[in-house]
């Protein structure tokens, strides 16, 4: 079969390769491109812009065929969404090993990346895209649910209730900021260019509702605002031109940020570009285009600062804008902090991140059997009880049914482990694959993001994600992966992937006791290195070795 065309992943427990071990990577790669989960499947790109499953569609159907046939001590090896070889390795070793955008140094730039492209060297991997465990908008709600509650805690007594929320970008990633925001009990207002955004979320419940013009969208907002209800609403216009007006008219807004396509110029609409006119224009005149975004966007920054100026509580959500408007002469552009230093860091100097998980059954019914164990195993984190409650009244599956909950170090390989009980046993009717995303503890180097504001100053040290996709290798992952760029663009990050298969068997719960305790130890591990007393007391509470800190070297 030739180019574009619908795909979705097989459900059921009948194997259609040779082992779970490859039925995992087979089911994931295509779910990743299910019309239901991706944003631009015939393009194949998942979400993030341009951020693609495979190179191409000859890749893919390429890819498809090694992992139906592949044995159980093969490995595949994938270099930019192109599977280039299988070789002979063992059954501890991953199946698939996989390298996406990354570019030697000096060449790590966007027109160099996009020359390589269009020769077809090279594809954009994202975070999730290009390492097949992307979940749906839903495995971003749990982060930007985590990250809203921060603020609630950081300076609205706990709660959104009363305050309205301005953001841009209603697309894959950026469509979870309504709900988190209602989920919070606030009132959110939010702008896209493109009405089909806009509408896609309406369509799954994370937005509530889309507004005629900003005028309307305004009084709905404001009226949300003063009713102490949680309520979100969409408005069709140009971010660029939007946030400045509303500086202008002295909305009262109390948090402010953003999630277009930032990371990437080409996929962010200056204004005065049409809508239809955006593809054509972004390809024949990257330049000129890339220009014209980074002139909007300095305009969508300075209106941020200036909300800032006015006692708004205002933070870059990782898509690069404050860099883009610096690189367009905007000079107050890092006057608000990153999302991670304001908000996250503590949360990753106790190993806890973005851990997920699939049926890939495809039954609901498997899920809400994670779910009950899930909430079972941590009765007292009302948290996450809060949240996995919320979610299964809340979030509609798209593509294989999955859940997505922050957990910490000591609790991940629990989870595992249990997991692996519950499909041993029959409870669960097939295998699940537990990932998570690449914005994790100890996966990541992103000074504009993750790795912002590091104390000891190590924010760019690209060495961790490497050390930590190194470290799921040698533990047992099924398939783990080497990305750069991801949200924030080329040049300006490194982070690692893994996925491990729970399918049951004894083999499994070896694996997945060390991978999901070693890949948030590396988190650990990176922040005590850094000086964070916190990872210091997690890592003494978790008894993981920190060599510098034993016999001879602590007394120095
Ligand atoms: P996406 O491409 O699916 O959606 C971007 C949306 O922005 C689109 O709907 C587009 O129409 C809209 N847009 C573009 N230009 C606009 C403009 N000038 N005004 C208003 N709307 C405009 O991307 P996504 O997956 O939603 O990701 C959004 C951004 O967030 C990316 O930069 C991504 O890298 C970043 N990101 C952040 C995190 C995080 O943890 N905070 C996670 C993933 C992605």
Redesign the pocket.
Known sequence: MEGARQVRSPRGSTLTARSWSTEAPLRMLQNNLDPEVA?RPDDLVV?????RAARDWRSFDAMVRTLTTLGPEETMIVQSGRPVGVLQTHEWAPRVLIANSNLVADWATWPEFRRLERLGLTMYG??TAGSWIYIG?QG?VQ??YE?FAAVAEKRFGGTLAGTLTLT?????????QPLAVTLNGGACLI????P???QRRAHHRYLDEIADDLDSAVDVALRAKQDHRAWSVGVV??????FPELVRRGVEIDIVT???????PL?????DVG?DDWHDYAETKPEEFTER?RA??AK?VRAMVEFGDHGAEVFD?????RDEARKAGYDRAFDFPG?VPAYIRPLFCEGRGPFRWVALSGDPADIAVTDRAVLDLFPDNRRLHTWITGAQRRIAFQGLPARICWLGQGERDKAGLAFNDLVASGKITAPIVIGR?H?DTGSVASPY?ETEGMIDGSDAIADWPLLNALVNTASGATWVSIHHG????IGRSQHAGQVTVADGTPLAAQKLARVLTNDPAMGIIRHVDAGYDLAEDTAAAQDIRIPMQEGWAATR
């Not at 979400?47 to 951020?51: L, Q």
């Not at 841009?168 to 979870?176: E, L, N, P, S, V």
């Not at 702008?191 to 493109?194: A, E, I, L, N, W």
């Not at 216009?237 to 939007?242: C, L």
């Open positions: 944003e979400y993030g812009g341009t951020g994202q975070m908008t971003i982060g930007t990250t841009g970008g209603c697309g894959g990633m950026g469509g979870a702008v896209d260019v493109d089909s955004r806009l216009g140009n971010a660029a031109s939007i953003d999630q277009t396509s930032a990371h990437d996929s962010y609409l200056p204004e809508l975004a909007s966007m969508q959500y990782g898509n690069s804008i999302f995303d914005l993001r991801g949200g924030v663009g």
